[in-house]
């Protein structure tokens, strides 16, 4: 098959859960023999020719942020123009958008309606929008500011919706990550076919997050106190992943723990516009010696982090489409406490209830990783996380019922009588 993806930016410039999701499963979709090319942005002031990445062909477009509606325009401007260059070399049998702030003005064109597409749907921006936009009103310390903000916004998240729900209908298949995001698309999209919708998890690559051969030496090598329990989370510091409530939890946690005869520490992994916030609050909090704030961390870095740790964290408030973190830390066979927001008690829920937390708050955050030291010692000994990741999460599972869902949608589309 060709297929062509679209999204914002591609890894190494871009990093994060999506960026990692696409460029794993298309990498994997080239080596069986596929034609992959994924059309993404780029802040370099001459993009240049297509690039080979591991199998995949990368069309790069220069982008220059404006305001939100320049910026929109520009991103289906050139999309649109690039992928009518690929086509027109050579047929594509699958187009997949995976932001529709770029691909709609392609999925609703004449050249898109002659082309299956089978976008992935990883979450509702325009909700991830509106949660963003709240956080910068209570921040802004401008009053100008704050009302531009609320005027501007019903405006902005209608046209994110509406984009949305276009790439969407145009849609002859869509894959989304969870059964949480599905009933997003059920809910917030009511005129999309639900038969399209087809739910196959993000995957992990099992042999490069594994337990490590010599703990000890991994925590030795990041300077982990061997005795100390590792509390490790992976996030970009952004509002909605709770990294406020997660914090906060670290006083009771830690006055628990000491009462217990146990020290604990706290690292976060990841860059974003709460940093700032978050280096306050531990500050305040007395919590100095217990927490640190590592920024982002290399791609080797994040692998012994999860293997050093002896618990993951994931606190997200809202808005959890998948969790790629959740099943990397498993996958080493760490144990991870979450949150029942999003798709995280899809996978959690299967392990273990007291996996997961009461609710969002810090309360019962640290509520959970409190009793967590106490049954904490029933997993020794045991794979059972990583168990758990190499029957449902292992890349070669999760890219074979991709291109199967390709191939389907695909050949039904050419089968389809003429005048669909």
């Known amino acids: 098959m060709h297929i062509v993806c679209v999204h914002r930016g591609m890894v190494p410039e871009r990093v994060g859960g999506t960026y990692s999701y696409i460029y794993e499963l298309y990498r994997r979709l080239a080596a069986r023999g596929h034609e992959v090319r994924v059309i993404a942005s780029t802040r370099q002031e001459c993009a240049g020719p297509p690039v080979d990445l591991d199998g995949i062909r990368v069309h790069r477009y220069s982008f220059r942020r404006a305001t939100p509606l320049l910026s929109t325009l520009q991103h289906l401007a050139n999309t649109r123009r690039e992928f009518a260059r690929i086509a027109e070399r050579r047929p594509v049998d699958i187009l997949s958008v995976h932001e529709s702030q770029l691909g709609y003005a392609l999925a609703r064109s004449r050249l898109g309606s002659s082309i299956c597409q089978v976008p992935t749907f990883h979450a509702p921006v325009f ?103 590792e509390i490790l989370t992976v996030r970009n510091l952004a509002p909605r992943m709770g990294l406020e409530s997660l914090i906060e939890a670290m006083v009771p946690t830690t006055q628990a723990a000491a009462a217990r005869g146990l020290a604990v520490t706290l690292s976060l992994c990841g860059d974003g516009p709460l940093r700032s916030t978050l280096e306050t609050l531990v500050v305040r909090l007395g919590l100095a010696a217990s927490v640190r704030l590592l920024g982002r961390v290399t791609d080797d870095e994040l692998v012994r982090r999860y293997q050093a740790a002896d618990l993951f964290v994931l606190p997200t408030v809202a808005l959890e489409g998948f969790g790629i973190s959740t099943v990397e830390a498993l996958s080493t066979n760490l144990p991870v406490v979450g949150t ?79 005048g669909d």
């Open 340 to 418: 029942p927001a999003g798709a995280t008690p899809e996978i959690l829920g299967a392990i273990d209830a007291r996996l997961l937390t009461a609710d969002t708050t810090s309360a019962a955050i640290a509520r959970s990783v409190i009793e967590w030291l106490d049954w904490r010692r029933e997993d020794a000994g045991t794979s059972r996380y990583r168990d758990e990741v190499m029957a449902k999460y292992d890349w070669p599972r999760i890219v074979d019922r991709v291109e199967a869902y390709y191939a389907e949608r695909a050949d039904r589309f050419r089968s389809r009588p003429r």
């Open 127 to 229: 909700l991830e929008f509106r949660l963003d936009t709240a956080w910068r009103v209570r921040h802004e310390t401008s009053p100008a500011k704050r009302l531009s903000l609320r005027a501007s916004a019903p405006l902005l998240e209608r046209a994110q919706r509406a984009l949305e729900r276009g790439v969407l209908e145009a849609a002859q298949g869509i894959v989304v990550l969870s059964r949480y995001t599905a009933g997003h698309i059920e809910r917030e999209f009511p005129s999309v076919d639900r038969a399209a919708v087809e739910v196959i998890p993000g995957g992990v690559d099992t042999g490069r997050f594994r337990p490590a051969g010599d703990r000890a030496a991994v925590r030795a090598s990041l300077g982990v106190d061997p005795s100390t329990l």
